[in-house]
Each structure stands twice: as C-alpha cells, then as structure tokens.
C-alpha cells in the first residue's frame, strides 16, 4: 500500500469521549487513536482495542479520515466504523460498534 502524507498520521490521545468517562478510557493505558502512513493504525480505550483501517477523505468541505475496525473488548470480538476531523489542534469523531454502542471523541496529537 503508498504511503500517505496526511495530517491525521500519527498518534492522538482521547482527551475525551461522549459515553465513558476518562477514568474508563484510560484504565490501561492511556486512551489512543494512531493512524499510521500506511492507511493501517490502532486505537485503544479502557478494555477496548482495536486494528484501523483508514481513508482520508471530506466531511462537510473539511479534511476527515472514515475507518473501519475490528478488535476486542476484554475476550469478545467486536468491529465497526468511525471518522473524524480536525478542529483547530484537536481530532473530533465518532465511533461506532457493529450493533453496539457509539461514542463521539475528542483527542489531541501525542
């Protein structure tokens, strides 16, 4: 896959979600999203975790990258979807669980 030149490669820490609090979302490690060049990436959340698969593309005429993803939340399997924008200096999106839960976040780059 081309490496991409993108201003969402690199990793962004959850400074915020809309359905857990930080306590939660930093419970094992601190709460991350990283996209990395190769449009592959991975995020992390309290017991959540998961593997990216990323596209940049536009929401609303702004720069936004869409995902997908699948993982683990402890031992169950779980995938989904999720995007974000840039919004000054902080990363703002939704994610979304295949027939679960969804949350909006907010991040800054690491």
Known sequence: MAKKKSKFVGRWRITSMTEWDQDFVDEEVPGYFEFTKDGL???????VRGQIDWRDTERDGRPAV????EGMDEMTPN?????AIIEGDSLDGMIFFHQG?????T???A
């Open 41 to 47: 990436g991975d995020f992390q959340f309290g017991y």
């Open 66 to 69: 869409e995902f997908t993803f």
């Open 79 to 83: 995938s989904g979807r999720g995007w």
């Open 101 to 105: 839960d969804e949350s909006g976040f």
């Open 107 to 109: 991040a800054k780059k």
